[in-house]
């Protein structure tokens, strides 16, 4: 069943509305060049896509940069979100103090060649600055005009609990929580997705592809495909065990019954969980793009989730902590 183009989801009680297919910015300056991130910005405001979120920390503020050169002159079409960030696996102690974010949303607002950013997010759980010290300062930020609503990455249910409690106590609120998340990966399900629907959190989802491995490129007993992940990163082929790439299979075979692709019906599944407003995706190509972004028109059928979800299973439990998932502070 087809539904008309790009959908949106309101975020923080309809502050503003992000489309179900966002653009992760943690490839640019990285894999794409300054003008290639222009390239793929105008395909997805093209598409009808409006969120682009980044981080301080992906390619040393390079992917801000770019983000922020392609955006000039068509700054208020989009939703940009940005975090306080830090090297991956880094202990984050002390990043999300009040110094250091107002450091960080000086340093992330010049780069971007913006006045405001619309959501500011906490990378990581800060485990020695108190939570009402971090919670405080982002709504300062958010009075001063410097951010227009503010969320956290990568806290457990735990930890966004215990801001939730502090933003409460300071009569103020988050409005999201960005997370690891696919089809594969799905720890999330039971810690953290209680506490969004209790409290109204939305969920950006990243890593929705499992770094490729849900669009069906790579296959039993053949080479990874020329200029893959795979090719180069060893962790990327340890996520190919057999009993993941026999599940591909699978997912391969009923995505060609539906007359799509693997890709589009592993991102479909996702932004059917309610608690999904957005499906963040990192692409090098334009074209990879429109080709995901034609998920929003996929509903998948129950018995299809079904399908999909025992095809999951198949895949060994371990995989929470392989397909890139991050370390989860808090």
């Known amino acids: 069943m087809l539904a008309e183009c790009m959908k949106y989801r309101t975020v923080g009680g309809g502050a503003f509305s992000v489309s179900r297919i966002g653009v992760g910015g943690n490839i640019f300056g990285h894999f794409c060049s300054r003008a290639e991130t222009a390239r793929i910005l105008a395909v997805a405001a093209d598409l009808g896509i409006n969120l682009v979120d980044t981080a301080d920390a992906y390619s040393n503020g390079k992917s801000e940069e770019y983000i922020g050169a392609a955006l000039r002159g068509s700054r208020d079409k989009w939703i940009i979100a940005t975090k306080a960030g830090l090297t991956s696996g880094a202990d984050p102690s002390g990043f999300a103090s009040a110094s250091s974010l107002r450091q960080k949303i000086e340093g992330s607002l010049a780069r971007l060649n913006t006045d405001y950013v619309d959501l500011y997010q906490v990378h990581h759980f800060d485990p020695k600055t108190p939570i009402e010290e971090t919670i405080g300062t982002l709504a300062l930020l958010r009075a001063e005009g410097k951010i227009r609503s503010f969320g956290v ?38 810690d953290l997705f209680p506490v969004c629907r209790a409290h109204g959190i939305v969920v950006l989802a990243y890593g ?123």
């Open 208 to 330: 929705v592809l499992a770094r490729g491995v849900l669009t069906g490129k790579y296959a039993r007993d053949c080479p990874p495909p020329a200029g893959s992940r795979a090719e180069t990163s060893a962790s990327v082929q340890r996520d190919l065990a057999p009993d993941v790439l026999d599940a591909v299979a699978r997912i391969v075979e009923l995505a060609k019954s539906l007359g799509l692709n693997a890709g589009q019906v592993a991102v479909a599944w996702l932004l059917q969980r309610e608690e999904v407003a957005s499906a963040l995706v990192g692409v090098r190509h334009g074209l990879q793009l429109r080709q995901i972004a034609d998920a929003v028109k996929v509903h998948l059928d129950e018995p299809h989730i079904q399908q999909l979800d025992a095809i999951a299973k198949r895949v060994s439990q371990s995989a929470d902590a392989g397909f890139g998932a991050p370390r989860v502070f808090g």
């Open 153 to 190: 990455s990568n806290y457990s249910g735990t930890a966004l609990r215990t801001a939730i409690v502090a933003a409460n106590g300071q009569g103020t609120n988050l409005v999201s929580v960005q997370c690891h998340y696919n089809l594969f990966s799905r720890s999330v399900e039971r």
